[in-house]
Each structure stands twice: as C-alpha cells, then as structure tokens.
C-alpha cells in the first residue's frame, strides 16, 4: 500500500476538487488519465477514499481541520498528513505510533470485546485480539505486520516480519503471540523461528517454549509460557494464581466502562477458565469463589471490593 509524498499530494488534490463540486468533462477526463496513469495512483485513491469516509467519525484536531478548516490550504495539509499516516509506509511509521487515529486507518481491525480471524494465504493465519490494530504489507516474497496497537497471534509457515514500536520480528514457519503496551512489546514464541531486531542493536535468536517482553533498549529473561499465553484466541481467559487486580486489568480488555478493583482485594489470587465473552458471568463468579462483592453503579461502571 506505499506511495509516495507526491502521489498523496495529487490525490488530494483530486479529492478537494471533487468537493468543490462536480467535475466539468476536462477535468474528468484528467483525473481518470492520472487515475489509470500508474497502479501508485490507484493505491493512493483507494487510499485517500477509505480515509475520508472515515474522519467523520474522529474527534482529533487532525480530522476537524481536515473536514472543517476555513482554507483549502490547512484542508490539504491535513488531508495529506491523514493520507500518509494511513498509507503503512515505514517513513511514516513513527508519526502513526504517536496520533490518536491509527486504529481508524488500519488495514485489519478488531473492535473491543471482538476478535478477528485474517487469511493471510499460503496457509497463513493471523488473530486479533479485542481492540486491535494491524497493517498488512506484501514485500515480495514476505509479508510485513505492523501492529498498531492491541495484540495479535500469528500462525504461518511463511517469512513474515512483525514490527512493533520497539522492533521487529522476523519469523520463519512459527506460531506466536505479540502484544503491544505503551512502553514495551510482549511476544509469546509457541514454534519456529523467531529473531528479534532493535535499532542499534544486534538480532537475537528468541527461545522457543517462552516469552519475553523488549523495549527500544532493553530486552527481560525469557520465562515459560504462562496460562494465558494464547488463551484469548479460543475465547478463555486463564488465570493460574492470578492477581484479581491483575485478572480484571485484563477482563476489562473485552468490555467498555471502568472495571475497578479496590486496594483491599486486589491481592487476592485467583484461578480457573473464564469465557471472554460473558465478563457479567464471570463477575457473578467472582462474588462465588472470593470474599469479593460486586458493586455496579451504572452498566459501564463497577467495581470490585471487599465483602463486608
């Protein structure tokens, strides 16, 4: 899906004329000759169409300049700043990590509570967990996967590389999960071949049978695959004397609201196989098996406390 600056640049172009109104026969006739010029062209408007019929529903500074500033000129530059951000390029990579709006411009996306299946091809198969965010790039031979933001499980017996906000994966016929926090990346390795690349810094092998979690700078032990290492993709939740302020930091991943968890309990462990897609259930559960009450003040508020 690359294209260059200047591609962009005429694309929007394009886009601003047809919102001044209809094309006249001339400049129909030039805008189809671009259009049909080269493939980057096409790309680009196919592009620049998905991202504008998407900025209605952003609140960002960015999309309201782009829909709403009083000159062309600001409408341009914001319209093409949109464009590039959503166009997957690895110039822009770093701009998209930093914007409130890469989950809207992703190739593939998860919305919260739901998870997606994506064929990748030759038997390929990539998961998205809740609330997550993918680019999806053919580079001849390899697939690169930016993660955006979320976590994502991939299966395929291809060369993919992965790239997330503090490196990238590069993968040989492996099976793993990757998850993308604020400040580091988790991956979990189940199979094959998986080397990890920073900038700066020298690849490394990543044992199999474990994860680890890696900033721009540093990388932790590896440690054994945990209970819930996965879990997610079958729908479970699996907590193996699991914290509660833990356990509901991730039920609150699958549902909207606030899900607190008072000091007084929060240090309880917990254990068992929830089903993601009943967290009421699985919070009616709680009050069974821990000295917990679950207090509701609204649909989308709750909080757990101590049973008096």
């Known amino acids: 899906m690359d294209f260059s600056a200047q591609v962009a640049e005429q694309a929007v172009h394009w886009l601003l004329e ?40 952003l609140s960002s500074p960015l999309a309201h300049a782009a829909l709403n500033a009083p000159q062309a000129a600001s409408r341009r530059q914001a319209l ?40 990748l091809g030759s038997g390929g198969q990539l998961q998205l967990n809740s609330a997550s965010a993918v680019d999806v790039q053919d580079q001849g031979a390899q697939k690169l996967i930016r993660l955006l933001e979320g976590e994502m ?20 016929g492996a099976r793993l999960n990757v998850r993308q926090f604020a400040d580091r990346t988790q991956v979990a390795l189940f199979a094959g071949r998986v080397e990890l690349t920073r900038n700066g810094h020298a690849g490394m092998l990543l044992p199999v049978a474990r994860q680890l ?24 939740l699996v907590a193996a004397h699991m914290r509660l302020g833990d356990f509901l930091e991730e039920l609150g991943r699958y549902r909207r609201g606030q899900l607190g968890c008072d000091a007084k309990v929060a240090d309880l462990l917990i254990s068992g196989t929830y089903p993601l897609d009943d967290s009421e259930r699985i919070l009616d559960l709680l009050e069974i098996s821990l000295p917990v009450k679950v207090k509701r003040f609204t649909r989308y508020w709750v909080n757990v406390e101590a049973r008096v």
């Open 213 to 236: 979690s890696f900033t721009s700078t540093t990388v932790s032990p590896p440690q054994p695959l945990d209970a819930n290492s996965g879990a997610w993709v079958d729908g479970m």
């Open 153 to 172: 499980l991939l299966s395929t017996p291809q060369a993919v590389t992965v790239q997330t906000a503090q490196g990238a994966l590069r993968t040989e």
């Open 18 to 57: 047809m919102q001044q109104g209809p094309l006249n026969p001339r400049q129909q006739h030039a805008w189809q000759q671009w259009l049909d010029a080269h493939s980057e062209h096409r790309r680009a408007w196919e592009h620049i169409q998905r991202v504008n019929s998407r900025l209605r529903g």
């Open 80 to 119: 093409k700043l949109l464009l590039l951000l959503g166009a997957g390029s690895a110039v822009t990579w770093g701009l998209r990590a930093h914007t409130p709006i890469p989950a809207l411009l992703a190739d593939y996306r998860s919305p919260l509570g739901q998870r997606r299946r994506i064929d």
